[in-house]
């Protein structure tokens, strides 16, 4: 079977259904490089001395491990040169970073997370890199890019993917037409489309969440997981299992393959009231792509995409994947 190319889908995207432009493109393919780089050094493993933590913290206040960092690096120094892009701004790093004027500029901004999920390096648990592109405001004389250049609603994003490192390394992207998955093949070198049009179930019978801080949450989830955990006698009707990984990126993927609910939700801890999970470079990315799937996405409330951002690191509750028990857990939040 001839598979085609991530290069060759973003070409049909740009000139069948004007999707992405040429900027877009290969900012894509240069961030999905970056991707295959951080693929080949996380499969090292203690071979390459990536395991273990530096000792440091970054701006969330969380242990940097050695890969957290280094995939910021490779990240980075791929995307600096190729004249794409205005800025960008990691998870790892404190403000944004703008191109050196050595280099070209585009008009994009980058978001990333460069290893979603790094307490689970190691103990070789599938981890991943989440991305985000926003347009850039028009371009003024008078100011380079700033940190409120960044501050855009989910919605304006105009592309959005995740790379998942493990058994097999997938790269799954939206570009605002669906989703779809590659493969890399490493012989190749290449990434292969393999999942067309990846559509999540609107039904499941399956949640991820934390239990360990059930006694935190707010009152609307601890109902809907007592109701789930009642079975076929309770509320829901039928029995749910329970799935947790602690990699976000791992927990969506299964999201996207079989349908579930993921729940990361605000609580009554002073560090979890506004959520814990990052909406730039996190939240935003993932609910674009859950969404263009078929899935929802809310912090509570309200729509994770619509949420207007005042802070680079802002952080916010999420809940997504299965459009039907997504909008039951909306229900409850509205009438508590």
Known sequence: MKYKTLTQYLVEQQRQHQAVSAEVRLLIETVCRACKAISHTVSKGALGGVLGSLGTENVQGEIQKKLDVLSNEILLEANEWGGNLAAMASEEMTTIHRIPNYYPKGQNLLLFDPLDGSSNIDVNVSIGTIFSVLQAPPARTDREIDEADFLQPGTRQVAAGYAVYGPQTMLVLTVGTGVVGFTLDREMGSWL???????????????????????????????????????????????????????????????????????????????????????????????FIVEQAGGAAIDGTQRILETQPDQLHQRIGVILGSRNEVERLQRYHQNA
């Open 193 to 287: 489309l393999t999942h067309e049009d990846i559509r999540i179930p609107e039904d499941t019978s399956e949640f991820a969440i934390n239990m360990s801080n059930m006694r935190h949450w707010e009152p609307p989830v601890r109902r809907y997981i007592e109701e789930c955990l009642q079975g076929e006698a309770g509320p829901l009707g039928k029995n749910f299992n329970m799935r947790w990984v602690a990699s976000m990126v791992a927990d969506v993927h299964r999201i996207l393959t079989r349908g579930g609910i993921f729940m990361y939700p605000r609580d009554t801890r002073p560090s979890g009231l506004h959520g814990k999970l990052r909406l730039m470079y996190e939240a935003n990315p993932m609910s």
